[in-house]
Nanobody
Framework: QVQLVESGGGLVQAGGSLRLSCAAS????????MAWFRQAPGKERELVAT????????YYADSVKGRFTISRDNAKNTVYLQMNSLNNEDTAVYYC???????????????????WGQGTQVTVSS
C-alpha cells in the first residue's frame, strides 16, 4: 500500500506561482509512474501532468504546457508540480496519483492510477 500526501496548495493571485509537493510512503516509489490530476467545481477530473519512473519523460495537458513543470526526486520519494503564470482556470483541487504498473506507460485516464492522495486546494484570485 502506498500513501500519498500533498502539500503546497493555497491562495495565489493571477500571474503568481505555487509549488505542489507529494510525499509517498513505501520503498517502490521509484518504480511508479506519477501524475497530477485536478478537479474544479462542476467539472470533470482532468490530467495535468505525468512523469515516468525515472523522470526522463513527461507529459502535459495542453492547458498547462509551458507553465507547469512536473519533476520527481526518487531519493526523497517525492514528486513536484511547479505552477507558474497561474490564472483563474487553474483553480481546483489537485491530486497526486501513482500507477504501480510498468513505470513507463503514462496513462491519461484517471482509472489507470492505483493510489490517490487526499488532494490540495489551489485557488487563483484575479
Amino acid at each position: 500500500q502506498v500513501q500519498l500526501v500533498e502539500s503546497g496548495g493555497g491562495l495565489v493571485q493571477a500571474g503568481g506561482s505555487l509549488r505542489l509537493s507529494c510525499a509517498a510512503s513505501g520503498r517502490t516509489f521509484s518504480n511508479y509512474v506519477m501524475a497530477w490530476f485536478r478537479q474544479a467545481p462542476g467539472k470533470e477530473r482532468e490530467l495535468v501532468a505525468t512523469i515516468n519512473s525515472n523522470g526522463a519523460r513527461t507529459y502535459y495537458a495542453d492547458s498547462v504546457k509551458g507553465r507547469f513543470t512536473i519533476s520527481r526526486d526518487n531519493a526523497k520519494n517525492t514528486v513536484y508540480l511547479q505552477m507558474n503564470s497561474l490564472n483563474n482556470e487553474d483553480t481546483a483541487v489537485y491530486y497526486c496519483v501513482a500507477d504501480r504498473g510498468s513505470g513507463q506507460f503514462m496513462a491519461v485516464m484517471s482509472y489507470a492510477y492505483d493510489y490517490w492522495g487526499q488532494g490540495t486546494q489551489v485557488t487563483v484570485s484575479s
